[in-house]
């Protein structure tokens, strides 16, 4: 039996004329006449019959209507499944490792659960490489710092950090002003995150010699490993900050905004959606138990 030839008896038993069923099916009526006649040999009985020259549904005809309504509205939200539940959906990750980390895999954990047909490829990337694959539709989520200033693009922050000047911890001295840290070692930046960091130094005596990189891992290394001065986001470096091996010298920035991004043109796909906004959540959970004090 075919689901067609149900769906065609279906409406000729609503319409109980084969020519007003023809044209709601937008079939011809001979084949109207094929479905129902195939039907029938299927099972083996009559479905309908003429009465005073009108169709009524035999007895065998009205319990196959009863069922056929239920059989087909069955498949009807089968097909309206979304695709990606039937098959193996990729969805696309990228941001910085620490916000890989952080923020998605929480996420990926909770929705591959409901969801096993889901797999995930996260990319660590800049700011930069992410906001340009966003725009191009290469990816489908991405975590960046700072603000966005794209009509192309939906986001919404879901958590703060602070930008700081630090310094690998043999080298830290408490009581060091800026001068005496500038006098003695450069700054490394990634100069692709764009800190505002400048207005910081304006009331030191000595004016630090700053070496741009093009990554914060060029900054970690400078710090860690050769003897300077970075400025990097405290979150990037927080296992570093709480094993000790590096200080903060000087708190440049407060507030500032880690955003998960989407495309505009991806906000419709279920799946995509249902991450985007599963992080969204997870982070506004973080933030209010965050804010508990012990006493």
């Known amino acids: 039996m075919e ?3 149900l769906q065609t008896f279906q409406v000729v038993a609503e319409e109980l004329n084969f020519t007003k069923a023809a044209i709601k ?4 009526q001979p084949t109207v006449t094929k479905h129902i006649r195939s039907l029938e040999e299927h099972l083996g009985t009559i479905l309908l019959e003429k009465r005073r020259g009108k169709y009524v549904l035999t007895y065998a005809g009205e319990q196959l209507y009863k069922r056929a309504i239920n059989i087909l509205r069955e498949v009807n939200l089968i097909e309206g499944i979304p695709s990606e539940y039937g098959k193996n959906y990729l969805i696309q990750l990228q941001g910085h490792d620490y916000y890989c980390f952080r923020y998605f895999l929480p996420a990926i954990r909770q929705i591959s659960k409901k969801n096993p047909t889901l797999s995930f490829q996260l990319h660590g990337s ?3 490489e992410t906001i340009s694959q966003l725009l191009k539709n290469e990816i489908d989520i991405g975590i960046i710092s700072g603000n966005i ?5 939906n986001y919404e922050t879901i958590d703060f950090e602070s930008v700081v000047l630090c310094i690998n911890t043999k080298y830290y001295r408490s009581n060091f002003q800026l001068e005496d840290y500038f006098e003695r070692y450069p700054i490394v930046v990634d100069q692709s995150e764009y800190y505002n960091y400048h207005n910081s130094f ?16 060029v900054v970690q290394e400078a710090v860690l490993n ?18 000790k091996q590096i200080s903060i010298i000087k708190e440049l920035s407060t507030n500032e905004p880690v955003n998960v991004v989407i495309n505009k043109a991806s906000s419709n ?6 991450l985007y906004s599963l992080i969204c959540q997870q982070s506004q959970a973080h933030s209010k138990t965050a804010k508990v ?3």
């Open 149 to 153: 200033a794209s009509s192309d693009l």
């Open 3 to 5: 689901f067609r030839t």
């Open 25 to 28: 099916l937008n079939y011809s």
């Open 226 to 243: 050769n003897s300077m001065l970075g400025i990097v986001r405290a979150g990037r470096i927080r296992h570093l900050i709480d094993s």
């Open 293 to 295: 004090q012990w006493i």
């Open 202 to 217: 304006k009331q030191s005596l000595n004016t630090p010699q700053i070496i741009d990189s093009t990554s914060d891992e």
């Open 126 to 128: 800049s700011n930069e």
């Open 269 to 274: 796909h279920e799946s995509i959606q249902n």
